[in-house]
């Protein structure tokens, strides 16, 4: 063993008794779980906060004047400011709940992209965006006559600039969407620079954040983004919540995305009016208790904190690069300077699938196929990988368990 | 490594390592193409008529690639209804592990049925082969 399992950083052992399902064996093992970049664990205090609203606070938001709903509604809305103030945001009007990332960008491509963008602007993506941040543009470009360009990577998984100042060149790209951290390579993105770089060149700036916003402090006015979107349940908290950050400016210009009640001002049959920010873009009932336990996790992690996450993420992606490159015939994905805690890899002569079976095996969960990124998968030369992403509750004990559950998938490959 | 030996049996790993129906054959009347979307692994499957000789193209795990290494053997010389039958006499086997005498060598792979997302790796092959007995010459 390498490490004790207390880290230097963060208390690992009283984090994971936070974590319930961490207890749980699988096929008879002690769960080893590497796969929170998929989706993250819950604490106690997010399936407490959850359970509390269902049974002693919960009615319709925004529509009750009796007692119940306008405490649920009190709560709903704090959570609103709880996410501003967790994404440093100017406002709050600037927070609109969605139900993921996914959805978020979507959100954007429908309004943002049909009525502010014009058919023959373009838009930027680059070579390692997760589905989600490909699909939407794709539709937008067919629907739309927008054209959609992609940045080159470098072979280490590094945004490639000189690809990225082609893309630009001609003058009519309008908008940089772009993840914060990828969830095949861990590259963080320098989103400040891109930000600044997109601005100069009179474009607005996308980040997906659903990776990023898990293990590092997002400051979204000293990056300067425009759009910032994350899924509440890769940071600890429930699915079926995400959060779409804009700047108030361009929520205002924006169109409503979906029609229904809460996101209008008045209704007649001739015509309707919309609400102002953020309650134009959430139409009817929302994820009301999911949004209480985005709430939650949001104070979970802070009580935690992110330098000691981030600083314990650290040591665990080093020793896990370490650990890893050791294993002969296995291949790491991705060698960017600023990486944090998502390793790719393949190995000779097994496929990912087996590797991920004969994991799950020793109760050692991590993912395995293309990671929702198929494009990134051709362009790093591989068709699948086998992936571990590691969270605050990761132990340097469960990096060893799967060193040495490497090696035996070894032995039945040789 | 016993936990995992009723799943990755001698035969499975054998015919990973050395598939002896793989590659493009010089003559074939039909073929088809199978896709698992969720993993991206992918075969293509080449059939000459005449006593029915069967080929693959595959990307994908060693349970699909020894699923349609032992296809080929199990459908050799068959009719399109007796490849059907045998379809169906296998999705059964690998979805309830239940072997099958008549299935021969391709009870190997009832160990699946204990790993519900790689039950897909097994039945690819057919797929694809039903795909190009379906399709036009």
């Known amino acids: 063993m390498s490490a004790a399992l207390k880290s230097e950083f963060l208390d690992v052992t009283a984090i994971r008794k936070d974590f319930p399902i961490l207890a749980q064996t699988v096929h008879g093992k002690k769960l080893v779980y590497l796969d929170s970049g998929a989706s993250a664990q819950k604490p106690r205090m997010v399936i407490d906060a959850m359970m509390h609203c269902m049974e002693a606070q919960y009615a319709n938001v925004h529509r009750g004047l009796h007692w119940m709903s306008e405490r649920t509604s009190d709560a709903y809305e704090a959570v609103r400011d709880k996410t501003a103030a ?258 790719s890899f393949t190995m000779e002569g097994a496929h990912a699938h087996d590797i991920a079976t004969l994991l799950d095996r020793q109760g050692i969960a991590v993912r395995a196929g293309h990671h929702c990124a198929e494009p990134l998968m051709g362009r790093m030369g591989v068709t699948s990988t086998a992936r571990a992403t590691f969270a605050m509750y990761t132990s340097m004990e469960e990096i060893d368990a799967l060193a040495t559950g490497l090696l035996r998938v070894k032995q039945v490959f040789a | 490594m016993s936990e995992t030996a009723d799943l990755y049996q001698a035969i499975i790993m054998d015919r990973t390592k050395n598939p002896r129906h793989a590659g493009k054959p010089p003559h074939f009347n039909r073929e088809g193409h199978g896709d698992n979307p969720m993993c991206g692994d992918r075969i293509h499957v080449y059939v000459a008529d005449d006593g029915t000789q069967v080929h693959h193209e595959s990307r994908g795990c060693a349970i699909m690639i020894a699923s349609a290494e032992l296809m080929a053997d199990a459908v050799a010389g068959l009719t399109a209804d007796a490849i059907a039958e045998r379809r169906k006499a296998f999705e059964a086997m690998v979805t309830t592990g239940t072997t099958n005498p008549t299935l021969g060598d391709l009870n190997a792979l009832s160990g699946v049925s204990e790993y519900r997302s790689r039950i897909r790796c097994a039945t690819l092959p057919w797929s694809a082969l039903t795909a190009a007995l379906e399709g036009a010459k």
């Open chain 1, 86 to 343: 967790f994404l440093n945001a100017a406002s709050r009007e600037e927070i609109i709940f969605t139900r993921n990332a996914t959805e978020s960008i979507n959100l954007i491509a429908h309004t943002y992209g049909r009525a502010i963008l014009k058919p023959g602007d373009a838009i930027v993506i680059s070579e390692m965006e997760h589905h989600a941040n490909i699909v939407p543009w794709q539709m937008l470009r067919d629907s739309h006559g927008i054209e959609l360009r992609i940045a080159k990577i470098t072979d280490s998984g590094e945004l490639d600039f000189t690809s990225l100042e082609e893309k630009f060149a001609d003058g009519k790209v309008k908008l940089l969407a772009i993840t914060h951290m990828s969830n095949v390579l861990g590259t963080y993105t320098p989103v400040e620079r891109l930000a600044a770089f997109a601005h100069a060149h009179g474009a607005k700036i996308l980040l997906d954040g659903s990776q990023a916003v898990v293990h590092r402090q997002v400051d979204l006015q000293a990056i300067d983004a425009d759009f910032y979107v994350f899924s509440g349940h890769k940071l600890y908290g429930p699915t079926g919540i995400g959060v779409l950050y804009a700047k108030r400016e361009l929520l205002d210009a924006m169109p409503p995305f979906l029609g229904g009640g809460d996101m209008i001002a008045s209704v007649s049959y001739e015509r309707s009016t919309w609400a102002k920010p953020p309650y134009r873009f959430e139409a009817g009932t929302p994820a009301i208790i999911e949004t209480i336990g985005l709430g939650a996790a949001i104070d979970y992690v802070l009580s935690i904190g992110f330098p000691a996450i981030a600083a314990h993420e650290r040591a665990l992606t080093d020793h896990g690069l370490a650990t890893l490159s050791k294993i002969e015939g296995l291949r790491i994905l991705g060698a960017a300077q600023d990486r944090g805690g998502v390793i």
